[in-house]
């Protein structure tokens, strides 16, 4: 069971929003930065948020973070079919003394 | 270009050992942090082990703590992670990633390799 909790799947229509959520506590998302993980099925993970609600460079405007006490949210916008994949926040437990990782959200566009 | 590249995965029996390296280039390994991170085949990331930028911070997941060893050779812009006792649950594909404390981050990742454990 991860120490980070994700919907286990969320679906949408090309074009529309979707928002993936990432509930924890108050000594990880509560007190540290929050990064998304977009990850392609067969391929590594790549970085899409990090602190909070900045974007890699490159990354286009789509794609949004946000963080409010204990939880977080991503957001994209005007979805595509590219963007079919799974999605893992992640943080520092500093009580643990560890990185977490939610357990990942499967995005289908319909 | 940022490039990390694991090697040294295969299939290993329970009980036995394996060494994974992680060869960095396109940027100054010796500055960054550095994880590694495993997927087990269907499911989600798991963190398993962190190292600061000079190797004197360690931290360990739980599950691999007293049997796995993190390492780095800056000169050689290498990372490392000595695996023993192996157990069928550490069957993944293990990342490499550069860390960025702070900001708790992971913004680049290796390709993976992959580890199974089986008789």
């Known amino acids: 069971q991860s120490v980070l909790t994700q919907p286990p799947s969320v679906s949408a229509a090309p074009g529309q929003k979707v928002t993936i959520s990432c509930s924890g506590r108050?000594?990880?998302?509560?007190?540290?930065?929050v990064s998304w993980y977009q990850q392609v099925p067969g391929t590594a993970p790549k970085l899409l948020i990090y602190?909070?609600?900045k974007r890699p460079s490159g990354l286009p405007d789509r794609f949004s973070g946000s963080k409010s006490g204990t939880s977080a949210t991503l957001g994209i916008t005007g979805l595509q079919t590219g963007d079919e994949a799974d999605y893992y926040c992640?943080?520092?437990?500093?009580?643990?003394?560890?990185?977490?990782f939610g357990g990942g959200t499967k995005l289908t566009v319909l | 270009e940022v490039q990390l590249v694991e090697s040294g995965g295969g299939l290993v029996e329970p009980g036995g050992s394996l060494r994974l390296s992680c060869v960095a280039s396109?940027?100054?390994?010796?500055?960054?942090?550095m994880n590694w991170v495993r997927q087990a085949p269907g499911k989600g990331l798991e963190w398993v082990s962190y190292?600061?930028?000079?190797?004197?911070?360690?931290y360990y997941a739980d599950s691999v703590k007293g049997r796995f060893t993190i390492s780095r050779d800056n000169a050689k812009n290498s990372l490392y992670l000595q695996m023993n006792s192996l157990r069928a649950e550490d069957t993944a594909v293990y990342y490499c990633?550069?860390?960025?404390?702070?900001?708790?981050?992971?913004?680049?990742w290796g390709q993976g390799t992959l580890v199974t454990v089986s008789s």
């Open positions: 396109g940027f100054t390994f010796s500055s960054y942090e």
């Open positions: 190292t600061s930028s000079s190797g004197s911070t360690i």
């Open positions: 990633a550069r860390a960025t404390g702070g900001s708790y981050r992971n913004d680049y």
């Open positions: 602190d909070n609600n």
């Open positions: 108050s000594s990880n998302i509560g007190s540290n930065y």
């Open positions: 992640g943080t520092w437990d500093s009580s643990l003394s560890a990185w977490v």
